[in-house]
């Protein structure tokens, strides 16, 4: 039997951040921290851009490389940019 290359419809997306999970991480590693309500929310956006920039970086070094599937080497050199974008 071949594998099937169309992805099931049947997988749901979630559709909101995953609040709970973050709120008991912050308070097992930090229980004195104090956020906000929406804090938790721009723990988890911020975490959002920065692996949406990730795949852009790596989208360019594959590209730059000629390479047409995104590999563990491209993915590294882009977190080494934006790490020292993000510092300096």
């Given at each position: 039997?071949?594998?099937?290359?169309r992805?099931?419809?049947k997988k749901?997306?979630?559709?909101?951040?995953?609040?709970?999970f973050l709120r008991?991480?912050?308070?097992?590693?930090?229980p004195?921290?104090?956020l906000?309500?929406?804090?938790d929310l721009?723990?988890?956006?911020?975490?959002?851009?920065?692996?949406?920039?990730?795949?852009?970086e790596?989208?360019?070094?594959a590209?730059?490389?000629?390479c047409g599937?995104?590999?563990?080497?491209?993915?590294?050199?882009?977190?080494?940019?934006?790490?020292?974008k993000?510092?300096g």
């Amino acid at each position: 039997m071949a594998l099937s290359t169309r992805v099931s419809q049947k997988k749901q997306i979630r559709r909101k951040a995953p609040r709970g999970f973050l709120r008991r991480i912050f308070k097992r590693q930090k229980p004195h921290l104090r956020l906000q309500t929406s804090g938790d929310l721009l723990v988890h956006l911020n975490c959002l851009l920065f692996v949406h920039r990730l795949a852009e970086e790596s989208r360019i070094n594959a590209c730059e490389n000629k390479c047409g599937v995104i590999k563990n080497e491209h993915v590294l050199a882009a977190a080494k940019v934006i790490l020292k974008k993000s510092r300096g």
